[in-house]
């Protein structure tokens, strides 16, 4: 089968060796009420309000939203305004802790007997996707659709980034815990778990553990990016195309990362929320690169500091991987559910934008096949009919195009804010 496009990076996997870390508890965390797609929460607790590990702090009735819970124990410092790096204000909560760590009463496995229960446990668990898109699990699991595939998510294709891969190797009985148990309550037959090649160490423990298992296959993909993209991989693993305006549940499969997979598995055994996550430090202002698992809410520059960052020579932090994470404006921010990876920069190569050359190299790369050129054009004219025709919703902002671009242009920048011409339905 034909792949889709896509480039080829450097992968810079310094950490894939580093065994993950559990980062000190901070004095104090700072929790945001919103850290995935979807409604902002609403705090639960006050300010003087005494809270335990695990414990719900925030909620709402919206269905397109999940919990989010404490992962300390302490008190309430105070409920402040949270702007994230996207822009997006909600509150959040600020927590003293006490060092004690003891665990809430609600901490208790979930009574899970039907696919409605399984539904309902997934969204108290505060899940949402790990691999850094935030969308809830609760909704994903939960399609209109029939599905038939579970595709496992485990290319982690950026540059940097080694935090899933380290999930395989420590807690592969997880993994597959948590793939049983979404095949069992949905009634899913057949997993594809996708994996890029450059982890050979993993291919190898799951071809092991799943070799009497027919109905769980390991689907080795070329290293090249952006391989995790939610169409390519399921193109890539299953043949299957998603459609312009489709879901994946519109052709029977459903797309999970790795270590949500993972960490459902966990939370059906324990009852622990979503209060921690393993992520990534590296950067060539970090002295000391590792994978760490630290409490949602701690400070990025405390943990920038830990692994021995240059902090006085930073000049970039981005929270994800060099593709497609973000900039961080301020290191006093907190990670979230989402983050996957700090990458801090003391230097970085910028280059000046020039005039387009017609070269082709973007269209060329292009997973989806569309021609940013012509976009950049059309959008620069807020051409709408022309935005529709060449298909700019199908762009996934996976930067394959600005990367090739020997004018460094912004493709991939000015096909979001393309996107945002389109109507809405």
């Known amino acids: 089968m034909r792949k889709l496009n896509g480039i080829k990076l450097d992968h810079r996997k310094n950490t ?62 105070a409920i402040s305004e949270y702007r994230a790096a996207g822009g997006a204000l909600c509150k959040a909560v ?3 802790t006490d060092g004690l760590q003891t665990v809430s009463e609600d901490v208790k496995p979930p009574v899970i007997t039907d696919k409605d229960s399984f539904i309902k446990a997934v969204r108290e668990s505060g899940s949402c996707g790990l691999g850094g898109a935030g969308f809830p699990t609760h909704i994903k699991l939960n399609p209109k659709a029939a599905v038939d595939t579970l595709v496992i998510n485990a290319a982690e294709c950026e540059p940097y980034i080694t935090a899933d891969y380290r999930e395989m190797i420590e807690n592969p009985d997880d993994v597959l815990g948590g793939i049983d148990l979404v095949k069992t309550q949905l009634g899913i037959k057949s997993c594809k778990l996708a994996v890029e ?17 027919d109905s769980t ?12 993209a939610e169409k390519v991989i399921i193109y890539n693993s299953t043949g299957r195309v998603v459609k312009e305006g489709q879901l994946p549940a519109d052709t029977g499969v459903i797309v999970m990362n790795v270590s949500t997979a993972a960490f459902l598995y966990r939370y059906s055994k324990t009852g622990m929320p979503l209060v921690s996550k393993r992520l990534t430090v590296d950067g060539n202002a970090v002295g000391a690169p590792k994978n760490i698992r630290a409490v949602i809410g701690t400070s990025i520059r405390e943990i920038l500091e830990y692994c ?58 292009c997973p989806m096949g569309l021609m940013p050129a012509d976009i950049d054009r059309a959008y620069k004219t807020r051409n709408i009919d022309e935005l529709k025709q060449l298909k700019v919703t199908l762009c996934m902002n996976c930067g394959s195009c600005s990367y090739v671009c020997p004018a460094n242009r912004k493709l991939a920048e000015t096909n979001q804010l393309a996107k945002t011409l389109i109507p809405r339905n």
Do not use: W
């Not at 290191?331 to 190569?349: C, G, Q, R």
């Open 16 to 77: 894939e060796n580093s065994a993950t870390v559990d980062f000190p508890l901070p004095s104090r965390v700072k929790i945001p009420m919103s850290m995935n797609m979807g409604a902002p929460c609403q705090p639960l607790v006050k300010v003087g309000d005494e809270v335990k590990v695990g414990q719900k702090i925030g909620d709402t009735e919206a269905p397109f939203s999940v919990p989010v819970h404490s992962g300390v124990s302490g008190k309430v410092a």
């Open 94 to 96: 600020e927590i003293e």
């Open 197 to 213: 090649a450059n982890k050979p160490e993993a291919i190898k423990c799951f071809e092991r553990m799943t070799e009497k298992d």
């Open 217 to 228: 296959e390991i689907v080795t993909l070329p290293s090249s990016y952006p391989q995790g």
């Open 308 to 365: 021995d960052a240059e902090i006085d020579s930073v000049i970039k932090v981005i929270s994800g991987g060099p593709m497609m994470g973000m900039s961080v404006p301020d290191m006093d921010m907190p990670i979230v559910k989402t983050s996957n990876a700090l990458l801090a920069f003391k230097s970085y190569d910028e280059r000046k934008t020039s005039a387009c050359i017609r070269c082709g190299r973007c269209v060329r790369v």
